[in-house]
């Protein structure tokens, strides 16, 4: 195939301007999730259009009626996306890519990518799930870790995952075992309210502390799956958390969001007070909007509009 020299330059930019702000980035090589292209995208690419056609996430969608009808075929989309790991020409592409990525040389600084000091880790995928294929699953793990280690053995690696979700016994994700890779540095999780069901009750009498108690639950298990591992160099960060802003009303208050952002955020930073804090060691913000606004026109994102932070196929501006 052939790159976007712009896409490349403009990556570029973003590590030059992180280095020279002090900031640093969990670059992600790949996404289990249709925004990006992703897994699907290299099926599509190794001659299986399977159900690509049916899945393809219109960039006009239309309010919240397609917003639910995306969701509800969520699974159905796991379950394609979730081929990719047993796709040897799909996994072969993949794999060219992330040479050349880590490979790359930043044409702003001169520095080879696996001498910024901006990038703080690479991130195999955005929270991939094992579905139908945990053995797999797991060997992409070890094969795509393991590639970029040879490619990079300064920078951290971890997998990209979400945890243990809402549907475990159809996602098949062993958290604790995936991360026993030697080539995986550290663990991450992530939580969602609005996708998994939490947000829906948060206006009836004690709803909002239900979602709260549920946040806060979900990210102390993962702590005990990953002690339980019992390797000290093996920390957890929460790498992304969200929460829509008060009634999903892109001009209201963000009263409830703030409440769990403080929750979570206390949480870590109580564990890290702790001299035995155990496993859990910090968050990372998974996407900044920056001066980006949503449409006043429309919920999702079109060509031409600003970007928030929030994926194309997601309402903009809402988490």
Known sequence: GKYDQRLLLGLDFVISQASIRNMTLLVTLNNFWPWTGGFTQYLKWAGDAGLAPMLKLPLSARDVSLEESIRSRRDVFAQYAALF??????????????TMIVGRRNLFTGRFYKDEPAIFAWELANSPLAIHSPDAYQAWISATAAQVKELDPVHLVTIGSAGRGQQPAIDHVDFAAEHRDPNVDFATVQISPAAWGWTAATLAPGGMEQAMRNASLYLSQHVKLLLALKRDDKPLVLSSFSFPRDGYDFSSSTLARDQY????????????????HGALVGSILHAWGGEGRPSNARLFWRPGDAWTGDPPGDRQGAH
């Open 85 to 98: 790991y047993a796709n040897a020409a799909a996994r072969q592409l993949a794999a060219r890519h992330i």
């Open 261 to 276: 952002f403080r929750l979570l955020l206390e949480q870590i930073g109580q564990a890290i007070k702790k001299k035995n």
